[in-house]
């Protein structure tokens, strides 16, 4: 309800006097401001945005009936502000290539330890000295 009544609070400073046949109007409004605050201003968070329009939606939707499985989707879709996406980029694409070297790196490693843990030397005597790259042994100890 907190949300709703912020969309209120918003229709009633800007002078809109909503009644139940333009309160859908005055829906499509608050919305083009949010995208305004999200895009422009940027001092709110996407997410944010959508969930107060979506929230709102469904509200008004149920209030006046609206028919449907989601009538606040379908309120929703009569907007600009569509649903932010989940992924997030936040690596740059030198890190990327930094973590591609390390994990290729990390694999050729690995690899190198399958192919010299063959049935007899895992049954063998302890410990296991496995070659990992020129004059670097590792030494594998079991308790």
């Known amino acids: 309800?907190?949300?709703f009544s912020k969309f209120i609070k918003?229709?009633?400073?800007?002078?809109?006097?909503f009644t139940e046949d333009n309160i859908i109007s005055g829906f499509e409004l608050w919305t083009e401001h949010l995208i305004e605050r999200?895009?422009?201003k940027k001092d709110l968070k996407h997410f944010t945005g959508y969930k107060n329009a979506s929230?709102?939606?469904?509200?008004?939707?149920r209030t006046l009936g609206i028919?449907?499985?989601?009538?606040?989707?379908?309120?929703?879709?009569?907007?600009?502000?569509?649903?932010?996406?989940?992924?997030?980029?936040?690596?740059?694409?030198?890190?990327?290539?930094?973590n591609l070297h390390n994990t290729f790196k990390f694999g050729k490693i690995l690899t190198k330890i399958c192919h010299c843990l063959?049935?007899?030397t895992v049954?063998?005597?302890?410990?296991?000295?496995?070659?990992?790259e020129a004059k670097k042994i590792r030494i594998l100890k079991m308790w």
């Open 55 to 61: 929230t709102t939606a469904y509200i008004i939707a």
């Open 67 to 98: 028919p449907g499985s989601k009538p606040g989707h379908n309120l929703m879709l009569n907007t600009r502000l569509s649903r932010p996406s989940k992924t997030r980029r936040n690596l740059s694409a030198q890190a990327d290539k930094q």
């Open 123 to 132: 049954r063998g005597p302890l410990p296991i000295k496995i070659e990992l």
């Open 118 to 120: 063959d049935l007899d």
């Open 10 to 17: 918003w229709l009633e400073s800007v002078n809109f006097a």
């Open 38 to 40: 999200i895009f422009k």
């Open 1 to 3: 309800m907190r949300t």
